[in-house]
């Protein structure tokens, strides 16, 4: 499934609900193959435990992960420490059972479980905040190559696609694919229907939800009425033939006939060939120079997901006065691996007025504060002309930097390009996924989705300003 192998991020399917959730499955997959003694050992070679999270110190961010912890700890293992023994090698509490070798399979099963699909993952670019990637339909002479660099997540269809004419990619075992597949289908067209439509016969009731007859339009509103005209003077002269595609596929139509009741045979031409680089389309992958690439490209997409609430959140967008830019982190991954909130966390401490200052003084504050979790995007000069936005640190009332909590901002260095970061914001939030393979089978993933933000941001930020003693005031 396409959606499964481009967005999921390895790194944020952490915290305490998960580490448990893994542990039970281990469990249950090693008592199911009949090895209770090995799942005993593996109870006991990692133990979970509740995590302390330095910037929850009062435990009251995240209050579900204590709820967890009273439940799951002690009961099942910690599946995050047992991925990486298995990773490493066999641990102790295998080969140590009654059939280390049937445990070890039904181990290396669970592992495989848990790691999910081999090559998942890895076409994010933080820096762009978009997936990247190629797809390849048939092999061959025939193959082409379509790539897509601006899918922000969800579902992938034509309009995130762009084809590659001149590329070729060649992948192990092409030799063994078969041909590509013809077909010839005999259909039954059917009228065209809509809602609204006028009715092809006399004394037959319209539908009265919708009359296009009172459409209000102005002279120079020329697509509002060419839709009126063509809906009540040529509405009904269109058949529909359903056509059923194959998924993961370039679908594309050799010929068709079409037979009347007299057994008359007429063959209609590709429309598209006479309107060709005229005027808007739709449904077509293009190339960078306005070529069409012939057929309806069929992503290997899968049913609608199930999306759940986001675990990490982050704005991106400009403060005009304080000539920056803020990456703020909204909602991180808490204790139990849930989202929570960062704006309940402790105020960032001001730096203490001097306590030998006069009372007529002034005393030089070099940059005011800003709360932890606003994570500057300084202005930088890549080359002459060249304007990109790169990410600092702030300085706690210690001196030292203050880094992200997620995982979202973790790249360093981190540059975005000015034109990533428009002048309404940009909306980052990694959100768990899940939705059926086409066996049936789950399919479990966490990505990334991008979307508009809230505009323009407003952090107080002063820097080099001078400040009276609280007694002068």
Known sequence: MLEEMVEHVPKASSGLRWRAEAGAALIEALTDAGHPDAADGARTAYPLTDSDDPRDPDRRLDPVADDLALCLVGSVPDGEAALAALRSGVPEWIASAADPAGAEIAAREWLAWADGPPDRGGCWTTSRLEHRFLLRFGHGDTAAVVAATGFGGGSARWHHLTWLPEAMVALDGDDELDEPAERT??????PLRYPGQPADRYWQLEDGAVDIAAIEAQPHDLARLCLAEFALNSGDDWLIVPVDGRAG??????????RNSFGEETSIGDASAARRGRGFRIFEVTAEDGRELDGVVL??????????DPIEEVALLRDEVAN???????????????????????????PRTPDDIEPGDLWYELAGTVPAHWI???????????????????????????????ELLTPTPLTFPMEEIPREGVT????????????????????HR?????GEGASAFVSDAAHLPPAAR
């Not at 991008?450 to 809230?454: D, I, L, P, S």
């Open 185 to 190: 289908d005999v259909l039954l067209a059917t």
């Open 249 to 258: 596929a370039l679908n594309q139509v050799r010929s068709v006939v079409v």
């Open 299 to 308: 992503a290997p997409t899968g049913p609608t997901p199930l999306v759940g």
């Open 324 to 350: 920056l830019a803020w990456a703020v982190e909204t909602v991180v991954p808490g204790r139990s691996g849930d989202g929570r909130r960062r704006d309940g966390e402790s105020p960032s401490r001001r």
């Open 376 to 406: 500057p995007l300084v202005p930088v000069r890549l080359a002459p002309g060249q304007v990109a936005l790169r990410k600092g640190a702030m300085l706690d009332a210690a001196g030292e930097p203050v880094h992200p909590a997620g």
């Open 428 to 447: 980052v939030r990694t959100v768990p996924v899940l939705s059926r393979r086409r066996n049936g089978s789950y399919a479990r993933w966490t990505g």
């Open 450 to 454: 991008v979307n508009v933000g809230r």
